[in-house]
Each structure stands twice: as C-alpha cells, then as structure tokens.
C-alpha cells in the first residue's frame, strides 16, 4: 500500500508553529528555509561573512558535490532513492574533518537517475576519498563509471540463472580488448 500523508490542520503541513515560524532570517523563516534545495540553500546562505553562514554552507556543499543539489532540505529520506541514499552517506563521509583510518566503501549502483553532469562531480567525490586513501567497490553498469576503474570484473555473459561467471577482468583496457565481454564491447569506443 502507498503511504498516506495527512496535512496537520494547525500548521498547515509546515510541521512548526507560528511563534517558530515567526523567526526569520534574511526574510526567511525555517519552513522557507527548509523548502530550498541544497543549490538554493548554497546561493542563500552565499556572501555572509557569518560564522555561522560558512558552517552551514560548509555542512551544504558536499552533498552539491556528490550530485545531490536538486533536493530539498526538509525532504524525508524515505522519498530518496537507493542511489541518493548512498550519495547522502558518502557526502556526510566528505564533510568529516578527517578520518582515522581508510575505509572500503561499496556503492551499489550509486549513478542511477544522475544528469551527466551529476555524473561526473560524483567521480570526483570518489577521487576525493581514493586520495585520502580510502577504497571503492562499485557495482555499476554506468559506463563513465566504469571506464574510470583501477580493476573491472565483469560477470556474465547473461544476468540471472545464464550470469554469474567472471567473463572479463582487468583494467578498462583490458576488459574493452575482451572478445568475449558485453561490456568490453561498449567500453572499447570510450577507451579508444
């Protein structure tokens, strides 16, 4: 069954009440603030010398990078999506001052419903964590993602009961030469 969500008849389904919502800042209050999407939340908190301001801007700006600037912040994270899900996690991860030891990180199709562009600032994420010596394993039929491996194991030749064997494994370069690889096939013309 679908979720069923009732609008509370005192606030109007903006979930504070009008002494809170009273409060403003640069003209507005929680709600307003709360109904922005991260870009907009970016732009409104932009140009204040505030400590404040840089805080919450610096908490915003991670998860701008990881691809995710189009939510709002008051959005319920059981409307995200699996991969959205995973890019909240992993901007949290980037926003950390540092970590104590490196991790191996999994994503599962992380680049599902992503823009181009999305794409490729999440790559960068995944740079940025590579370089502060953490490792990635990715499940991914993305084929920007996958020509940017260090190692790709391709399992095929089918998905299902006909998967489930190592068809190819390597380097991008290495698995693009396959012959026998699905994905090699397609990988070639990116590599080449």
Same mark, same amino acid.
């Given at each position: 069954?679908?979720?069923?969500?009732?609008? !509370?008849?005192?606030?109007?389904?903006?979930?504070?009440?009008?002494?809170?919502?009273?409060?403003?800042?640069?003209?507005?209050?929680?709600?307003?603030?709360?109904?922005?999407?991260?870009?907009?939340?970016?732009?409104?908190? %932009?140009?204040?010398?505030?400590?404040?301001?840089?805080? +919450?801007?610096?908490?915003? %700006?991670?998860?701008?990078?990881?691809?995710?600037?189009? #939510?709002?912040?008051?959005? &319920?994270?059981?409307?995200? &999506? =699996?991969?959205?899900? %995973?890019?909240?996690?992993?901007?949290?991860?980037?926003?950390?001052?540092?970590?104590?030891?490196? *991790?191996?990180? #999994?994503?599962?199709?992380?680049?599902?419903?992503?823009?181009?562009?999305? +794409?490729?600032?999440?790559?960068?994420?995944?740079?940025?964590?590579?370089?502060? =010596? *953490?490792?990635?394993?990715?499940?991914? *039929?993305?084929?920007?993602?996958?020509? !940017?491996?260090?190692?790709? #194991?391709?399992?095929?030749?089918?998905? =299902?009961?006909?998967? =489930?064997? +190592?068809?190819?494994?390597?380097?991008?370069?290495?698995?693009?030469?396959? %012959?026998?690889? #699905?994905?090699?096939?397609?990988?070639?013309?990116?590599?080449?």
């Amino acid at each position: 069954m679908a979720d069923v969500t009732l609008k !509370c008849e005192s606030c109007n389904g903006k979930r504070f009440k009008d002494d809170i919502l009273e409060v403003k800042y640069k003209g507005k209050n929680i709600f307003d603030v709360l109904e922005m999407t991260v870009n907009q939340a970016l732009e409104f908190f %932009q140009g204040n010398d505030e400590k404040t301001s840089s805080r +919450i801007r610096a908490r915003l %700006q991670p998860l701008q990078d990881v691809g995710l600037g189009y #939510i709002k912040l008051g959005q &319920s994270s059981s409307t995200l &999506s =699996g991969g959205e899900s %995973q890019r909240v996690k992993l901007a949290f991860f980037l926003q950390k001052e540092q970590a104590t030891q490196p *991790h191996l990180f #999994i994503f599962d199709e992380p680049t599902t419903g992503l823009h181009f562009h999305d +794409i490729k600032r999440l790559l960068e994420s995944f740079n940025a964590l590579i370089n502060k =010596g *953490h490792s990635l394993l990715i499940v991914e *039929h993305n084929l920007e993602i996958i020509k !940017c491996a260090d190692w790709i #194991i391709d399992l095929g030749p089918e998905g =299902g009961e006909k998967g =489930g064997s +190592i068809v190819a494994e390597g380097t991008p370069e290495s698995v693009a030469a396959s %012959q026998n690889s #699905i994905t090699g096939k397609f990988l070639r013309p990116k590599i080449n």
